[in-house]
């Protein structure tokens, strides 16, 4: 079964009201959705907990850099261009929080401190191998002037 349901849509340039026709599951999937924006109940949703554990700029690169093994933190820094050293480290804090990646610290001067990916890490390999296959497939989109668009 189809649905058509309205879209308000919140600009002076677009009609004001569109319809949109989706299947079944889709319309299911999309109340649930809405429910819980009304709710605010997004802590439960899977999507959300996968973006919290290794979503945002730079946990994916630095995961990526990480899978051929340890790295100290200025490897890492070297490796991440346009990273700063605050945000690397805290993204290399909450990673490990999560047990994605693991930290060992050596008492020696001066201080020395590695990165690896722990086994529970590994297991979003596929995923972040899954988004470099899409990300190949989807380059980013050319402005009508020849610019790349900046997100």
């Known amino acids: 079964m189809l649905y058509r349901y309205l879209y308000q849509v919140d600009t002076t340039k677009w009609p004001r009201h569109f ?12 109340i649930s959705i809405s429910e819980n924006l009304k709710n605010n109940s997004y802590a439960d949703c899977p ?5 919290q554990v290794f979503g945002g700029k730079w946990k994916p690169i630095i995961l990526w850099e990480m899978e051929n093994g340890t790295l100290r933190f200025g490897e890492l820094k070297r490796k991440i261009t346009g990273i700063t ?67």
């Open 19 to 30: 319809y949109h026709t989706i299947n079944e599951n889709e319309w299911l999937m999309r």
């Open 47 to 51: 999507v959300t907990r996968s973006l």
């Open 85 to 151: 050293q605050k945000m690397l480290t805290q993204q290399l804090r909450e990673l490990e929080d999560e047990g994605i990646i693991w930290r060992k610290v050596y008492a020696e001067v001066p201080p020395r401190v590695e990165y690896g990916i722990t086994d529970y890490g590994r297991t979003l390999r596929p995923i972040l191998d899954e988004m470099a296959k899409w990300g190949v497939n989807h380059p980013p989109k050319q402005k009508a002037d020849g610019m790349k668009k900046v997100a």
